[in-house]
């Protein structure tokens, strides 16, 4: 085990360019830790947030963001017996991950499915879990209904287009751009819209022969999350996943209550902390899915740990498609 070793800091919380390469010395674990060889890892819109102090976890200066990595475990804690070092994992934390060595709990480990390589393992959790958690927990979906996917083309969004399409559900999803909606429509959408088309709202209902879709999935706010809601269902579900617009929504409650529908919270990382049952019932779900390679990640964006702010800047200016993953020079 190297003692010292690269990782991309925030310096102050100004974005993307407050990031600097700086050595890092290793630190003994702890109870219940591992030590990981990052070998890539998975860029998340909280992850830009993070860096501008405006996510709701909100650490300060210096930290090292990044939210999910896989790599190879180098080190466990005398108490470990879940992995051992050698071991092909990805895992998951409230930060740290963009480095060449993470530490992270136990619980927070996995195994890397062969049908995954390292830079999809590194960004499967979050978006699959998100997703999951959104349609499958929170959002009831049920093969056969339909479901309209905001910001189809990111990383939560595409994989919410993968996990509805394994449900059995009919997709509506919105793209900003014809690259983005190919990328959507290759993700498996059965049909794709222009999130600036005026007509947006009828569209909707004309894809659902006039009664609008069952569940919306909501990851991007703003002036978009109206204009959904006037897409949806007698009795539907709104799923609040995320403001990657920056601007936060204010429901009108005479529409929810004329309409019957119902505005739900989506806390993917939160519930299972709060909840033990659910956390061992998602954690089955989504090893399940992953063994499968559901939800494979589209990554169209790689960077080299040097260029982490240059890959944070893809996401500030929305230009991302899919999933943006750092790759250490270790990796393979």
Known sequence: MNSRYNAAVCTELTGPSSIRIIEQDAVPLQTGEVRIKVHAAGLNFPDLLMTQGKYQFRPDPPFIPGL????????????????????????????????????????????????????????????????????????????GESVFILGASGGVGMAAVKMAKHIGAMVIG????????????????????????????????????????????????????????????????????????????????????????SLIGVRAGESPRRDPELAVRQAAALSDLAAHGAMRPHIFHRFPLTDTAKALAVLEKREAIGRIVVEMATSS
């Open 68 to 143: 999910e990595a896989s790599g190879e475990v180098i080190e466990v804690a005398a108490d470990v017996d879940s992995v051992k070092p050698g071991d092909r994992v990805m895992a998951g934390g409230k930060g740290g991950a963009l480095a060449e060595q993470w530490i992270v709990n136990a619980a927070a480990v996995s195994p890397l499915p062969p049908a995954l390589s390292f830079s999809e393992g590194a960004c499967w959790q979050t978006g699959a879990s998100t997703a999951w958690h959104a349609l499958v927990e929170r959002g009831h979906l049920q093969a």
């Open 174 to 261: 919105t793209g900003s751009s014809e690259a983005k909606r190919e990328a959507i429509r290759e993700a498996g959408a059965d049909h794709l819209l222009d999130p600036a088309d005026e007509s947006l709202a009828t569209k909707v209902k004309a894809l659902t022969d006039g009664k609008g879709v069952d569940v919306v999935y909501d990851p991007v706010g703003g002036d978009l999350a109206l204009t959904a809601t006037r897409a949806i269902a007698w009795n539907g579900r709104y799923l609040i996943v995320g403001f990657a617009s920056g601007e936060i929504p204010s429901f009108p409650a005479n529409h929810a209550l004329i309409k019957t529908y």
